[in-house]
C-alpha cells in the first residue's frame, strides 16, 4: 500500500485534473507517479515541462531510456524501471538492450558511453575526475551531451526518490529489482 496514494480525479483542482487528462490522452493511462506527483502541481509540472523538454534535445528515445534504466537500477527504483522496461521496448531496445543498459552498459560503442557516464555520474553524484572526463570526451560524449545526460540523470532521480518516498504502487508490468547477467 502506498505511503502517499495518488489523488483520484475527484480530488484535484481544475488545473491539475486537465493536466493529468492530457497525461492520460498521451499515455493511454495516468501512471499513478503522475497521479501522486499530483499532490504537488507545481512538481508534476515541473517534471512534465523538463521531460518534455529533454525530449527535445540531442539524446534519442532509446538513449534517454537507456539513462533511465542505468539510474533506476542503481537506486534499486522498481517502479521506474518497470516503468522505463516497457518503455524501452517502445523505444526500441531489445530485452538484451535494457539488461545491458541495467548495468550501465550497451552493446553500440556510443550508447555504452551514454550508459556508463549516466551510471558513473549517479555513483559519483556528479564528480567526475578529470582523467574520466577526458576518456568520456575520447569517446565521443561533447559537452553537449554530457550536460544532457546529466539532465536525464536529475530527471529520474526526481522519480526515483518519490517513489521511494511514496511506495508508489507499479502499475506497469512488474520488473525484478535483481537483474540478469549481461548476454
Known amino acids: 500500500m502506498p505511503r502517499i496514494k495518488p489523488l483520484q480525479n475527484h480530488e484535484l483542482d481544475a488545473a491539475t485534473s486537465t493536466t493529468l487528462d492530457a497525461v492520460g490522452k498521451k499515455l493511454g493511462m495516468v501512471p499513478n507517479l503522475f497521479a501522486t506527483l ?37 537506486n534499486q527504483c522498481q517502479y521506474c524501471l518497470s516503468a522505463h522496461s516497457l518503455m524501452g521496448k517502445g523505444a526500441g531496445l531489445s530485452e538484451n538492450d535494457i539488461v545491458k543498459a541495467r548495468n550501465g552498459s550497451a552493446s553500440e560503442a556510443l550508447n555504452h558511453t551514454i550508459a ?68
Open 38 to 74: 499530483a499532490h504537488a502541481p507545481a512538481a508534476l509540472n515541473s517534471y512534465l515541462g523538463f521531460s518534455d523538454n529533454l525530449s527535445n534535445g540531442v539524446l534519442t528515445a532509446k538513449q534517454r531510456e537507456i539513462v533511465a534504466l542505468a539510474v533506476a537500477q542503481y
Open 116 to 183: 556508463a557516464f549516466a551510471r558513473d555520474v549517479v555513483e559519483s553524484r556528479g564528480v567526475i575526475p578529470d582523467e574520466d572526463f577526458n576518456a568520456y570526451a575520447g569517446q565521443g560524449l561533447t559537452h553537449a551531451l554530457m550536460v544532457e545526460i546529466i539532465a536525464n540523470v536529475a530527471l529520474n532521480l526526481l522519480t526515483n526518490y518519490i517513489n521511494h518516498l511514496a511506495d508508489t504502487e507499479i502499475d506497469f508490468p512488474v520488473v525484478d529489482l535483481v537483474n540478469q547477467e549481461v548476454a
